[in-house]
């Protein structure tokens, strides 16, 4: 049974930075695509990055990029979610999922964590 779980989230202030992790278990997923999503309050869930299995490579929402980085140690099942310069447009909370394929909706992803929340004061 696959298992994902998320770890880092915290209360933070505009500007500061977080390093969210997921670590997967049951499993291998060296070729699967791993994502983060978040949900805010009131919100819909959204995509924020997908890393590929292989030299895919890897996808950011608009919203994030140049300021988030994702990135995998799939000796350790784990991928990362570097979190820089830090808004308050960025509380919510954070989801690890896996997929087979490498896309945005979350409609494709077949296993989820149960998130992690990210509070950003101004």
């Known amino acids: 049974q696959v298992q994902l779980a998320e770890s880092g989230g915290g209360l933070v202030q505009a500007g500061d930075s977080l390093r969210l992790s997921c670590v997967a278990r049951?499993?291998?997923?060296?070729?699967?695509?791993m994502a983060w999503f978040r949900q805010a309050p009131g919100k819909d869930r959204e995509f924020v990055a997908v890393?590929?299995?292989?030299?895919?490579?890897?996808l950011y929402a608009d919203s994030v990029k140049g300021r988030f980085t994702i990135s995998r140690d799939n000796a350790k099942n784990t991928v990362y979610l570097q979190m820089n310069s830090l808004k308050p447009d960025d509380t919510a909370t954070y989801y690890c999922?896996?997929?087979?394929?490498?896309?945005?909706?979350?409609?494709?992803?077949?296993?989820w964590g149960r998130g992690t929340r990210v509070t950003v004061s101004s």
């Open positions: 999922a896996v997929s087979t394929v490498f896309r945005r909706a979350a409609s494709d992803y077949l296993y």
């Open positions: 049951g499993g291998t997923f060296s070729s699967a695509s």
């Open positions: 890393i590929g299995g292989g030299n895919i490579g890897t």
